[in-house]
């Protein structure tokens, strides 16, 4: 069968009115990609970029609310200079590249982590897409860059220290420690993909995926395609949600 019949038979499997409000993906396996046809790390990476564009066009024809991608991880300076250099400019040559595109999907991008640790040149043009596209009213997506789950909860209770001595002490609970992550202003996850097979959280989005289901494909990222992302969707709509509670069985 045909890659767009494929698509299209998939499409008509998934409920538009019980859309994840939220899916996050971990986007693992530009190396191994790479590895496989014996080529540099970089080929994954720009191969990755492709699959990137396809995930954000789906999410946004389907009217999925908001998309996070990990795209940079605290853990990611400790690989070699050279790869880390290329990453970035391949970084800002999505933004430079893809504006026009998130503008004319009416898509308004936003940004989790510890970005004031990125080069300056990156930091500038990530301020500038933020900028450009702010206006936007459809779907929101969120690039986690330089992001690392335990260094937002340290972020986070170090505000909370901050507050705490400036107003005379303060009761923490977990909403006013909600109020303090880098996702304050964004629901939690519904849907958590993974690509590559790995079956780990990689220090992302600990305290927001509590209650996320998680969908993992053997695909390596550049390989994943709208077709893997209807079929994550296809597969959350048939899980009972229990957070926690009984089922209705």
């Known amino acids: 069968m045909k890659t767009e019949a494929v698509d299209a038979d998939l499409l ?6 019980r859309l994840p409000r939220h899916i996050a993906i971990i986007m693992d396996g530009n190396g191994r990609w790479a590895k496989r046809r014996r080529l540099p790390r970089i080929a994954g990476h720009r191969a990755g970029i492709s699959a990137v564009r396809q995930a954000v066009e789906a999410c946004a024809r389907l009217g999925v609310p908001y998309l996070t991608l990990y795209a940079f991880s605290v853990e990611n300076w400790k690989r070699p200079h050279t790869e880390i250099k290329l990453l970035m400019s391949l970084l800002r040559e999505y933004l430079k590249k893809e504006i026009g595109e998130l503008n004319r999907q009416n898509i308004r991008l936003a940004v989790i982590g510890r970005i004031q640790e990125l080069p300056k040149p990156v930091v500038q043009d990530l ?20 992001y690392g ?3 937002e909860l340290v972020d986070a209770v170090q505000e909370l220290l901050t507050h ?15 109020e303090h992550l ?9 849907l958590l993909i993974r690509t590559s097979g790995e079956l780990r959280l990689s220090n992302f989005l600990l305290w927001q ?19 893997d992302l209807f079929q994550a969707i296809i597969d959350f709509q048939k899980r009972e949600r229990r957070y926690g509670g009984l089922g209705m069985s």
């Open 12 to 17: 008509k499997q998934i409920d538009l009115d």
């Open 127 to 146: 301020q500038n897409a933020l900028d450009r596209t702010r206006q936007n009213t459809g779907m929101r997506l969120i690039l986690a860059l330089n």
């Open 149 to 151: 789950a335990r260094a």
């Open 164 to 178: 705490a001595k400036q107003n005379g002490g303060v009761t923490v609970n977990e909403a006013l420690l909600s």
């Open 182 to 190: 880098y996702t304050r202003d964004l629901p939690d996850p519904d």
């Open 209 to 227: 995926v509590a209650y996320a289901e998680l969908w993992v494909t053997e695909t390596l990222w550049p390989d994943f395609k709208q077709r």
